[in-house]
């Protein structure tokens, strides 16, 4: 004998979907926690990754053109501990993520050099509607996720309206070995 459902017992089907859909949270839950990304390609690709994933999940309408410069040998020079890539690496997605939500941009460039041989500079710069660092509305935390993220590893972070635009920039000091010459 057939099997009856009322509607308020979900179907077999139904119940599978909400399992996929659990276990498929539950997987980006752990990738934020730990994002193999890092390890799969090292943290400059990681963050060239991350601006490129940016704009491919946006909308047709919203996507931005967008380039990533990097100066030349910084990946051997660099001095961070996994847990620094992982926060300088959120501050980067959360930063996105504004020009993302926000920011109505057309072209967005990301540059990763160094600064007084020893500090490690990230800055995002947008073409959009502008913003200096200061929140609009309590809507949101990826501000205060960004300022928190900075300050845990000793990281100077700083938004500057230009108009058209926003730089943003987080600096991280003692992240980069002298160069020999």
């Known amino acids: ?12 089907a139904v119940i599978r979907k ?24 090292g943290f400059l690709p990681a963050l060239e990754w991350a601006l490129a994933d940016a704009v491919a999940h946006l909308p047709a309408a919203e ?23 992982i926060q300088l ?9 504004n ?7 057309k072209h ?10 020893t500090a490690l500079l990230i800055e995002i710069q947008d073409d959009g509607v502008g913003f200096d660092g200061i929140p609009t509305s309590k809507i949101g935390h990826g501000l205060a996720n960004i300022r928190s ?4 590893i000793s990281a100077l972070i700083s938004w500057q309206n230009t108009r058209p635009g926003c730089r943003f920039v987080v600096q991280k000091t003692s992240a ?6």
């Open 1 to 12: 004998q057939p099997v009856q459902h009322d509607a308020a017992t979900p179907t077999p």
């Open 18 to 41: 909400e399992i996929e859909a659990i276990s498929s949270e539950i997987r980006h839950i752990c990738e934020d926690l730990s994002p193999s990304v890092l390890e799969n390609v």
């Open 63 to 85: 996507k931005f053109a967008y380039e990533f410069n990097c100066e030349a040998d910084l990946e051997e020079r660099m001095q961070l501990a996994p847990s620094e890539q």
């Open 89 to 97: 690496y959120r501050i980067v997605q959360e930063a996105l993520n």
């Open 99 to 105: 020009i993302c939500r926000h920011a109505h941009a």
């Open 108 to 117: 967005v460039t990301m540059s990763v050099r160094s600064e007084n041989e």
């Open 149 to 152: 993220r900075a300050n845990l």
């Open 176 to 181: 980069l070995s002298v160069k020999e010459t």
